[in-house]
Nanobody, 116 residues
Framework: QVQLVESGGGLVQAGGSLRLSCQAS????????VGWYRQPTGKQREQVAMWTAKGDTSYADFAEGRFTVSRDNDLNMVYLQMNSLKPEDTAVYYCMKRDGLGSEYWGQGTQVTVSS
């Protein structure tokens, strides 16, 4: 069974940085995409960044230039480097992996709080 565990969230002042990590375990039927999402309190979940097996990486407008997604295949880790954080970045952040059959796996989320 595939499990994803996020870590690295916390409280940071505006302008600060955080690096979120996502550790994956369990066998997947190939890897189609890896993504980071977030859900502010009382709002819908939204995509932050997406990496596809084709090698394409895309970012939401609010993340462009500030956030960077990266992977360490040897460690089966995915990271989200977040710089110049703003109070509106406050949310629970989730990582997602989609396998070659289209199945999606989600972590439990990690809270990021940015104070003004």
């Amino acid at each position: 069974q595939v499990q994803l565990v996020e870590s690295g969230g916390g409280l940071v002042q505006a302008g600060g940085s955080l690096r979120l990590s996502c550790q994956a375990s369990g066998a997947m039927f190939g890897l189609n995409a890896v993504g980071w999402y977030r859900q502010p309190t009382g709002k819908q979940r939204e995509q932050v960044a997406m990496w596809t097996a084709k090698g394409d990486t895309s970012y939401a407008d609010f993340a462009e230039g500030r956030f960077t997604v990266s992977r360490d295949n040897d460690l089966n880790m995915v990271y989200l480097q977040m710089n110049s954080l703003k109070p509106e970045d406050t949310a629970v952040y989730y990582c997602m992996k989609r396998d070659g059959l289209g199945s999606e796996y989600w972590g439990q989320g990690t809270q990021v709080t940015v104070s003004s």
